[in-house]
Nanobody, 123 residues
Framework: QVQLVESGGAPVQAGGSLRLSCAASGRMYMRTVMGWFRQAPGKEREFVAAMSRTGIPTKYADSVKDRFFISTDNSQSTLYLQMNSLRPEDTAIYSC????????????????WGQGTQVTVSS
């Protein structure tokens, strides 16, 4: 069992930055994948970014590439999402997720999910 708790969501103006955190506890493996997804009002949940706990590889959605950066702390138990140059279309609930084995996927095929944290970007 893995527990995930996100934090860091807030209202922000367009062009601003935020850093989201996801504290993970429970049994994971070095090749466990940790990822971020988001769901905007009226839309389906979509992939944002993911990485192996080893740090390699990483993968980003085209819509956030070069603006968002995923990372972990030294213990690989806290996942971060640094979000720069935020746009109103980035407004969503952001959730972290863990896929114990099987490698990075952009689908929703992850084993554990957090409750999410709200990011609201105003123009």
């Amino acid at each position: 069992q893995v527990q995930l708790v996100e934090s860091g969501g807030a209202p922000v103006q367009a062009g601003g930055s935020l850093r989201l955190s996801c504290a993970a506890s429970g049994r994971m493996y070095m090749r466990t994948v940790m990822g971020w997804f988001r769901q905007a009002p009226g839309k389906e949940r979509e992939f944002v970014a993911a990485m192996s706990r080893t740090g390699i590889p990483t993968k980003y959605a085209d819509s956030v590439k070069d603006r968002f950066f995923i990372s972990t702390d030294n213990s690989q138990s806290t996942l971060y999402l640094q979000m720069n140059s935020l746009r109103p279309e980035d407004t969503a609930i952001y959730s972290c997720a863990v896929r114990l084995l099987g490698g990075i996927t952009t689908t929703l095929d992850y084993d554990y999910w957090g409750q999410g944290t709200q990011v609201t970007v105003s123009s």
